[in-house]
């Protein structure tokens, strides 16, 4: 089992800055690729960013390209999602993913855990 606990969301302005944490315990979390979604009220689930276990491989949805930049410190167990320039339409629950192999997948049935989630509001 992984155990994973997001942090760092809030209310921002348009075009300002934030920068999600996820926590990661219980397994080796190098074992791991990592991806962090995000879902809107009414809105289905949705690929935002995901790495690989080293941290050398990354892949980002195009609504965030150029944007948001994810990263990982496999010596603190920990996933971040720098999110930069950030526009209304960014307002979710932002969720981290564990998968069980060491390639980045986009696709949410690919993640074995989920964290609770970190809400981000951006007014405009």
């Known amino acids: 089992q992984v155990q994973l606990v997001e942090s760092g969301g809030g209310l921002v302005q348009a075009g300002g800055s934030l920068r999600l944490s996820c926590a990661a315990s219980?397994?080796?979390?190098?074992?791991?690729?990592m991806g962090w979604f995000r879902q809107a009220p009414g809105k289905e689930r949705e690929f935002v960013a995901t790495i690989n276990w080293s941290g050398v491989s990354t892949y980002y949805a195009d609504s965030v390209k150029g944007r948001f930049t994810i990263s990982r410190d496999n010596a603190k167990n920990t996933v971040y999602l720098q999110m930069n320039s950030l526009r209304p339409e960014d307002t979710a629950r932002y969720y981290c993913a564990a998968r069980s192999g060491r390639t980045y997948q986009y696709t949410s049935r690919a993640y074995d855990y989920w964290g609770q989630g970190t809400q981000v509001t951006v007014s405009s």
């Open positions: 219980g397994r080796t979390f190098a074992n791991y690729a």
